[in-house]
């Protein structure tokens, strides 16, 4: 059984900041890629950041230069660091990642979802 849990959403004023934090636990043999995904409401769930390996990193456009993901893969962590955010930045973060539970057995999963309200 593997988990994700994100924590470190809340209500922050424009302009402000946040750090979302996700913790992978259970049965876990390896992680590939990590990332954070936010969902808007009315709106598709959209990629956000994504962290291959610790290698390798993207960005969603809106959020390039403003956001930043990293990774403690000896805790099973990844983080997304959120500055400079905006009321169109509202959304719930959900944390996901390619996780091996053993050999040849990958899984892709996610977290419950974390709250960002940005006010304005």
């Known amino acids: 059984q593997v988990q994700l849990v994100e924590s470190g959403g809340g209500l922050v004023q424009a302009g402000g900041s946040l750090r979302l934090s996700c913790a992978a636990s259970?049965?876990?043999?390896?992680?590939?890629?990590m990332a954070w995904y936010r969902q808007a409401p009315g709106k598709q769930r959209e990629l956000v950041a994504h962290s291959t390996s610790g290698i390798s990193t993207k960005y969603a456009d809106s959020v390039k230069g403003r956001f930043a993901i990293s990774r403690d893969n000896a805790k099973n962590m990844v983080y997304l660091q959120m500055n400079s955010l905006k009321p169109e930045d509202t959304a719930v973060y959900y944390c996901?990642?390619?996780?091996?539970?053993?050999?040849?057995?990958?899984?892709?999963?996610w977290g419950q979802g974390t709250q960002v309200t940005v006010s304005s």
């Open positions: 259970g049965s876990i043999f390896s992680i590939n890629a």
């Open positions: 996901n990642a390619d996780i091996s539970t053993g050999w040849g057995r990958w899984n892709n999963y």
